[in-house]
């Protein structure tokens, strides 16, 4: 059954429970290689016509045996454009004839190998000047790129070449110039070296300078940064709030209130099933990017949770528990961790399972429909290809003002609307789901989780976080105690990277800090050690991105720019300096200090693009908040001042905890040079963090 008309998640279970031993190793007439792989991006192509390797020595061997060049594809499972090439020509028999008779074709899932994408997409990068997925490269037996292409069509379309055609062109090359191929290759791999390279050596003034950048960057008009396409950016919030906090600048968090309000109300968020789709294709947030991925809603939750501890708007941190309420209910895995995302096809096309028509809704709602089609801006013409993309136009409170209902009712109204229209949506084909399990992001979602209930104080946040941390320790660790990048359907995956390790360790911070539980900070420490043993660079003191334990890289990169995600370096230097605070342990703010310094001339060019480190930097130059508890462990006073000291918005600030049996709960604070006498009651804990950030 085609993934057009079969839910993509069933299908792949399918694949899975298959009996591979009666299947031969090259996958039979029915399959490929990737039939016995785990991931669900490579399944996905393991019925291709196309003799798909997964990467491995085994392809390398076999191009240099038969002198072949390998056509490495790299995407991932809720890729729009991977499937669309797919479809066009990796399911083609014409196709897959070419590529099998004159290359040796490599699939490999970016998430699950990030060590591979980010070198080969740096070479695109130097290679077409742009990059994206799927990416497509040729390179030699001993996997020297020296062609790259993102989509190509299965014909010529728009002034884009053909794929058979571009094949057959780079394979005759590879035949007749071979000395232009290799002399390409030799000038590929210097200039990559050259990329890798961090730059110590920054100035003065960086944090100033990134604000001119995103003031510079920022959309007056429908809020966020840039055009299209348009992407939520959580680390551009969240920096623009720090900056307000840290200064008492209104203009910053006006900025990222406007962002965030404009968000919420646009296409890109699910209004009826919660959760933010990957990116807006327009400038006003309505027409999304259908994909769900779980960094996004772990970073953009936790630039939520933030707005509501600096303006303390109850509306950001609602936004933050819908957000939430959608991981729970459609990323959480039986067994505590969290699924990597949710595609954006289904039945063949993009973003069917959202769309709406107003007959649809009025069939749903009854006589309330009309009221509903008005909210979100349903109309029988529609606004996205003749259906709908639900949206509000207007906040809540605007919009009840001019129905003449109080914003109560309309919530009222909306929290019955949206269980009759999920339970309709429920029963068309749903988006394939990723079920892989990746550490790096469950990392992320581990500590906004914990910081969510931090704030709240709801036990099911803290629930989630300590199972997601307890399914990495248990299922994601190998029997000589290393930590694993993914893991799907019982399978483990490759050696963790170094975001892995720095994620889950924020992760766990944030638990300890949640908590004061100290086993969450013990399990940091042990990753901690084991992290900077695998990844540092004995001469530049940064972090590789791969561990000393694994198979050769083309350049052992070390990631320090921001991305969707936040570069390995800047977290691990973040976590470095909070451990080192909290234990008093002055090597490893040591270690914190050198990996900032070793990338400081790296921020100097270009502070927006490193603002993960800038908050490192922070930390450095502005001091911290030394908070230290003792009382009776578990007791409701010390939980109360746990969440009078989580609700406000504190960088800086670190937790230590001394348990005394049978004491009430004491806070003392030393923070902007002096230390106060210790309290004992909520009261006088929040005049003295009232103080303390706004000093007369």
């Known amino acids: 059954m085609s993934s057009s008309t079969q839910d993509g998640t069933a299908r792949i279970r399918e694949l899975l429970a298959l009996d591979r031993t009666t299947i031969p190793p090259h996958g039979g007439e029915r399959f490929n290689r990737l039939i016995f792989e785990a991931s669900p991006y490579l399944l996905q192509h393991a019925e291709n016509p196309v003799a798909w390797y997964p990467w491995g020595e085994e392809a390398f061997a076999v191009a240099r045996r038969e002198d072949k060049p390998l056509l490495l594809s790299i995407g991932y499972a809720t890729c729009h454009w991977c499937h669309v090439m797919a479809h066009e020509s990796f399911e083609d028999p014409e196709v897959a004839a070419v590529i099998n008779e004159q290359f040796v074709p490599v699939k490999v899932d970016r998430e699950e190998r990030p060590d591979i994408d980010d070198q080969y997409m740096l070479v695109a990068q130097m290679m077409t000047g742009s990059g994206g997925w799927p990416l497509n490269v040729i390179m030699t037996p001993e996997r020297q790129p020296f062609f790259a292409v993102t989509y190509l069509p299965r014909k010529p379309h728009r002034g884009m070449p053909g794929i058979i055609d571009t094949l057959n062109n780079v394979a005759l090359l590879w035949r007749t110039r071979r000395e232009l191929v290799l002399k390409n290759c030799a000038s590929v791999m210097e200039g990559l070296t050259l990329q890798c390279r961090v730059l110590p050596g920054g100035g003065d003034g960086l944090s100033a300078a990134a604000w001119q950048q995103l003031k510079g960057m920022y959309d007056l008009t429908w809020g966020g940064f840039g055009s299209a396409p348009k992407f939520p950016m959580p680390h551009f919030v969240s920096h623009l709030l720090h900056l307000g906090a840290r200064n008492g600048d209104s203009e910053p968090y006006k900025m990222a209130q406007h962002s965030l309000n404009a968000m919420r109300r646009g296409g890109i968020f699910d209004q009826v099933g919660f959760g933010f789709h990957r990116y807006s294709v327009d400038r006003r947030w309505l027409v999304p990017h259908f994909e769900k991925m779980l960094y996004d809603q772990a970073l953009i939750a936790a630039a939520y949770l933030d707005a509501f501890r600096v303006g303390g708007d109850g509306e950001f941190l609602r936004v933050a528990e819908e957000i ?146 307890t399914f990495i320790e248990t299922r994601l660790v190998n029997p000589l105690g290393r930590l694993l990048r993914s893991w799907h359907a019982g399978r483990q995956g490759a050696p963790a990277f170094l975001e892995d390790y720095a994620f889950f360790v924020r992760g766990l911070i944030a638990l300890h800090q949640a908590t004061l539980q100290q086993r969450f900070l013990t399990e940091a420490l042990r990753w901690t050690t084991d992290m900077l043993r695998l990844f540092t660079d004995p001469a530049s003191r940064a972090l590789f991105d791969t561990g000393s334990d694994t198979e050769p890289a083309l350049v052992r990169m070390k990631g320090i720019t921001d991305g969707v995600i936040p570069s390995g370096n800047a977290v691990a230097a973040l976590n470095l300096l909070r451990l080192g605070r909290i234990t008093g342990d002055e090597e490893l703010t040591r270690r914190g200090r050198e990996i900032v310094s070793a990338c400081s001339g790296s921020m100097a060019r270009a502070p927006v693009n490193h603002l993960w480190m800038l908050a490192a930097v922070d930390l450095l130059e502005q001091g911290w908040i030394d908070l230290e508890l003792s009382g009776e462990r578990g007791s409701s006073a010390t939980a109360e001042m746990l969440r009078v000291v989580h609700r406000r918005y504190l960088p800086g600030m670190v937790l230590r905890f001394t348990p005394r049996d049978g004491e009430r709960t004491v806070v003392a604070l030393c923070g902007a040079g002096a230390c106060r006498p210790p309290v004992a009651t909520v009261e006088a804990l929040e005049k003295l963090l009232e103080e303390l950030l706004c000093p007369a």
């Open 324 to 469: 939430l309420a959608w991981v729970a209910a459609d990323l959480t895995s039986p067994q505590g961790g969290f699924y990597a995302a949710l595609d954006a096809d289904s039945e063949g096309e993009e973003g069917t399972c959202y769309l709406w028509s107003s007959e649809e809704i009025n069939a749903v709602l009854g006589e309330e429909g009309e009221l509903c089609c008005r909210l979100f801006d349903v109309t029988p013409k529609g606004n996205f290809e003749g259906s709908n993309i639900l949206h509000l136009q207007r906040s809540l409170e605007e919009f009840a003002t001019g129905e003449g209902l109080s914003v109560e009712l309309l919530r009222e109204k909306l929290s019955r609307w949206r269980p009759l229209l999920l339970a309709v949506r429920s029963r068309r084909i749903s988006p394939l789901r990723d079920e892989k399990i990746l550490t790096a992001w469950n990392g992320l979602m581990i500590a906004t989780l914990a910081d969510a209930h931090g704030v709240t104080g709801r036990k099911e946040y803290l629930d989630a976080a300590i199972g997601a941390s």
